[in-house]
């Protein structure tokens, strides 16, 4: 058997040793855009179907408020708006009266223009209906003039209680609890039959599958970084090592500030730092928090 000679023992236990040393280039922590939703409407919670962890769509209704008393509401605005409607005045049937004295008239008109051709009647009693037609007409002018104002009037009352079922309609809704982004729930704060009220927080959400490294690099670092340039991101995996993650650089601070406390920078004597974002596409490994290393 042969004897592995102490030089190569002493070679791969510093290899080993190297895989751990800091020869990032900058480092950070793992961080989310993370939604807080709360609650639009005050009342109990009736149905609350979110879990933490749960993988929700966007768009899709988790739960919903009591809104029997909104309901209610709704219920009697509408019965007033029938209300006063209904005293919308019928222009065609309280009008039918004088049109039937019109075409009565002018009838007698015709009558009369036919018997003043043949000298049975005088052209005075043609005027005279003339006359009656004319007036017949303004009668029948000034009467759909008052019924359409009074119809118009009743429009303009019943408007706004119209608005006010469209305020009922809205709130209705907000007693919709509805997910606004597509994500993953971190944080549950209510739960089902208790009472929340308008602005309370009920679940938190962020989208993890793509996720955003923020870390920090020195000034002299930062002339050889740009904004959509790709790098290595490098975690702790098992066993001592790193996994390994592409990712881009989508920001870099404009402005320098103070080296954070738990950050380590490839220049630990710097004081200034800029912050940068890499954003990185998650495989389920990744979470919010985890430190991460970045190598240009």
């Known amino acids: 058997m042969k004897t592995v000679p102490i030089i190569t023992l002493i070679l791969i236990s510093f290899?080993?040793?190297?895989?751990?040393?800091?020869?990032?280039?900058?480092?950070g922590s793992f961080e989310a855009v993370e939604t807080i939703v709360?609650?639009?409407a005050s009342g109990t919670i009736k149905t609350f179907d979110v879990e933490e962890g749960q993988l929700l769509s966007a768009g899709v209704v988790v739960g919903y408020i009591d809104s029997l008393q909104l309901y209610l509401k709704k219920q009697q605005l509408r019965a007033q708006a029938?209300?006063?409607?209904?005293?919308?005045?019928?222009?065609?049937?309280?009008?039918?009266?004088?049109?039937?004295?019109?075409?009565?008239?002018?009838?007698e008109q015709l009558r009369l223009e036919n018997l003043v051709k043949a000298d049975?009647?005088?052209?005075?009693?043609?005027?005279?209906?003339?006359?009656q037609i004319a007036i017949i007409k303004k009668q029948i002018a000034a009467q759909h003039s008052s019924l359409v104002i009074s119809t118009g009037s009743l429009k303009e009352e019943a408007t706004p209680i119209q608005v006010q079922v469209q305020q009922i309609d809205d709130q209705l809704a907000r007693c919709r609890i509805v997910n606004?982004?597509?994500?993953?729930?971190?944080?549950?704060?209510?739960?089902?039959?208790?009472?929340?009220?308008?602005?309370?927080?009920?679940?938190?959400i962020a989208d993890v599958g793509s996720i955003t490294l923020r870390a920090y690099i020195t000034g002299d670092q930062i002339s050889g970084v740009k904004t959509g340039q790709q790098v290595k991101v490098l975690v702790d995996d098992v066993k001592g090592t790193y996994k390994e993650y592409p990712g881009t650089i989508s920001w870099i601070s404009n402005k320098a500030e103070f080296t954070p406390k738990t950050i380590q920078t490839k220049d630990e004597r710097a004081n200034l730092v800029y912050a940068i974002k890499i954003r990185v596409k998650n495989d389920g490994y990744l979470k919010i928090g985890m430190y991460g290393e970045v190598m240009f």
């Open 15 to 27: 290899i080993h040793c190297r895989q751990k040393e800091n020869v990032f280039d900058a480092a």
């Open 38 to 40: 709360s609650a639009e």
């Open 82 to 107: 029938r209300a006063v409607l209904s005293r919308k005045p019928d222009i065609a049937a309280q009008t039918a009266s004088l049109q039937e004295q019109l075409r009565h008239a002018e009838r």
């Open 120 to 131: 049975a009647a005088t052209p005075k009693q043609l005027d005279e209906a003339n006359a």
């Open 180 to 204: 606004p982004i597509q994500g993953t729930v971190l944080t549950k704060y209510a739960e089902s039959n208790e009472v929340t009220a308008v602005g309370k927080p009920l679940y938190k």
